[in-house]
């Protein structure tokens, strides 16, 4: 499903790589969480995979999309199939919390009819049945993050990448969140989610990669912070 | 192709929403884009005022070949007829000595004078052929013909050019000229400050919304739809300048009619470019829209341009 190979990202030659040489392989429906501190190199990771950037060397192919072969005329293409969910929500602030989700409809020319039949049933999956009308600044953190879930998956997309999505949550709401990700996860989507959060991936238990100084330093499947 | 459609109203529908939300922003960008279309606008109507200007003297102007009473009527057909060949000659006409002797008591009517000296000699007028000229600033070729040698020996004076006239022609020729091209000066220097200011306008605009132009493209939203609106929105702007401008001429005909009773301004025939802007009303607000609909759409497609570029290195 995600494939990197030998994959190098600089941005400034005097400044040294933000990933070096990264080799990553994910395959459908799993769950990937991707820890390190911050300026690891986690975030140069999701944005080469949304294409927000391109790798200086090595090779992407995700769902079979070869990168190197990939025009600008398709990045949009690439990232309909790609859910992304923002630590920082990125929320349209004049929209409501059903606009917010429909707007991902909207952009690739899905109907009216289709989308006032989608979006309840993928609030009622993050639980936020009832808050439609909700403006985002009247929602607390986690149920604004779990708008940007529903935003990203309501389009039923193969991979789902998650920045840190409890970066800016209280513990409760954070699980929230995570407990979303799972349940979509359980629904067949390929789950990769970045975090600082310990407690989050001891819990899960789930394969975790670990990226030190733009390195993968660590690759196991089932594992904990602690053994990071 | 229903996706297509539902997507092409819901960029068309954004931008009429984004252009009522800025409409301050736009007021700068439409009052430029007005002076912009009524000066195209204008132009047009003074060049076709003024052509028609020259074209009414010009159409009074003629060439005068006057012919000897000797030459028979073999030769006078010959000449005619060589006279016809020649590319300048738009037409020509062919008057009898009596013919001539009518048309100069019909022009001298009021003078009993002359009438009375006509009378008592037996006519004295040639047979004179008129040409009218395609086009009097190159009317030499038809000098060169008429003094060959076996041509000149056919007429009994030198031929009439209008001298006067041309002289005068050729002026209002070259100021309209020179008018003409202070107009295209004009309107090109408009043109580019209406697009810088459609551009200052919509930069704006993209500046106020760039976190959700941002978020559009992380979502996936291709360039044609994120653009679309901004184009719109100044496509708008082009159609109400459109509109404005077809109004403010149309005003300034009915004051300038009805008010001053002005019929002309020099060479500028007022009567006739009113005729004239009422008989094409509706091509010049389909030319204006045209216009203000291209100026506007451009301006936003570059404008936009570098904000939607995806990253390359």
Redesign the interface.
């Known amino acids: 499903m995600i494939l990197l190979d030998r994959v190098t990202k600089t941005y400034a030659r005097d400044l040294g790589p933000a990933l070096d040489r990264i080799s990553l392989h994910v395959d459908p429906k799993e769950f990937v969480i991707v820890i390190g501190q911050s300026g690891a190199g986690k975030t140069t990771l999701l944005r080469l995979l ?5 790798p200086t060397s090595g090779k992407i192919i995700i769902g079979g999309i070869d990168y190197d072969k990939l025009k ?2 398709d ?6 199939k790609i859910g ?1 969910v ?1 630590q920082d929500f ?1 929320l ?1 602030p004049n929209k409501n919390v059903f606009e917010n989700v429909a ?2 409809l ?6 009216n009819r289709e989308i006032r039949h989608t979006v309840p049933k993928v609030l009622s999956i993050v639980n936020l049945k009832g808050k439609e009308k909700y403006m985002p600044l009247q929602l607390s953190g986690g149920e604004q993050q779990r708008v940007a879930i529903a ?1 990203a998956i309501v389009r039923q997309p193969r991979i789902l990448i998650a920045d840190e999505p409890t970066g800016n949550l209280d513990p409760k709401h954070a699980w929230d969140v995570i407990k979303v990700l799972e349940r979509i996860n359980r629904y067949g989507t390929t789950v990769l989610l970045t975090t600082h959060n310990q407690e989050i991936v001891n819990k899960l238990k789930r394969r975790v990669v670990t990226i030190r100084d733009g390195k993968i330093t660590s690759d196991r499947a089932n594992a904990g912070y602690n053994r990071a | 192709m229903q996706r297509r459609l539902i997507t092409f109203w819901r960029i068309i529908h954004t931008g009429i929403v984004n252009f009522m939300r800025n409409v301050t922003l736009a007021v700068a960008a439409i009052a430029v884009m007005v002076v912009t279309l009524t000066i195209v606008l204008i132009s047009l109507i003074t060049n076709a005022t003024f052509a028609n200007t020259i074209s009414q003297i010009t159409d009074k102007i003629d060439v005068s070949v006057f012919l000897q009473d000797s030459d028979t009527p073999a030769q006078t057909q010959q000449l005619i007829s060589e006279l016809k060949h020649l590319p300048n000659v738009k037409s020509l006409q062919y008057l009898t000595k009596a013919q001539a002797l009518q048309q100069y008591e019909q022009q001298n009517a009021g003078n009993q004078q002359l009438q009375v000296a006509i009378t008592e000699t037996s006519n004295p007028l040639p047979a004179t052929i008129l040409i009218k000229p395609v086009n009097l600033n190159q009317i030499q070729d038809i000098k060169t013909f008429l003094t060959k040698p076996a041509i000149a020996a056919l007429q009994s004076d030198q031929p009439s050019y209008s001298g006067d006239r041309e002289v005068a022609i050729n002026k209002i020729t070259h100021a309209t000229d020179v008018l003409r091209k202070i107009g295209i000066v004009t309107v090109v220097v408009f043109a580019l400050i209406c697009a810088l200011i459609i551009f200052n306008t919509i930069q704006m605009a993209i500046f106020n919304r760039r976190d959700e132009i941002s978020i559009q493209r992380l979502l996936g939203a291709s360039t044609s739809y994120i653009r679309g609106p901004f184009v719109v929105e100044s496509a708008i702007y082009g159609i109400l300048s459109a509109v404005f401008s077809v109004l403010i001429v149309n005003s300034a005909f009915l004051a300038s009619s009805g008010a001053l009773q002005a019929t002309s301004l020099g060479l500028l025939d007022i009567n006739y470019a009113n005729q004239y802007f009422d008989a094409h009303f509706w091509q010049f607000l389909a030319l204006q829209l045209v216009l203000g609909i291209v100026l506007g759409a451009v301006s936003a497609t570059i404008a936009t341009r570098r904000y939607l570029k995806f990253k390359t290195k």
């Open positions: 949304t294409r927000e950037e391109r600008d005329k990045i949009p293409m690439l990232r309909r992304v923002f990125k349209l707007y991902a909207e952009i690739v020319g899905v109907s935003r």
